[in-house]
């Protein structure tokens, strides 16, 4: 959540320097508000363990967006150099973040 508990700005940028923004309420995960964005990500178990999500985070930050488990591994808002799993982390400011995977608008 951002200190002003408004919504942070996401953008998201591809290998082929494409880009798309959206907004993300506080407490809900990056992928879940791409998704009400009309956006489609690469993702598959949304539980922070298949890595589908993975992402490089270039500017802000994130903290996780449910506690995490006693047994957790890993912790998905900060696997290292700056990675970050977008099912289960949200911004605390805005960012801009590179999915690992492809995307797709859903609505024109
Ligand atoms: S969708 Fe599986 S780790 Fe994010």
Request: with cysteine.
């Amino acid at each position: 959540m951002t200190a002003s508990g408004r919504s942070s700005k996401v953008t998201l940028i591809s290998d082929s320097q494409d880009s798309v923004c959206f907004a993300c309420p506080p407490g809900i995960s990056i992928l879940r508000a791409a998704k009400n964005a009309a956006l489609e990500l690469s993702a598959g178990c949304m539980q922070g363990r298949c890595y589908t999500c993975r992402s490089t985070l270039l500017k802000g930050s994130v903290v996780n967006s449910r506690p995490l488990s006693r047994y957790a591994m890993i912790d998905p808002a900060n696997l290292g150099n700056g990675k970050v799993l977008l099912c289960s982390v949200t911004p605390t400011n805005d960012i801009i973040v590179v999915p690992e995977g492809p995307w797709e608008t859903k609505r024109t």
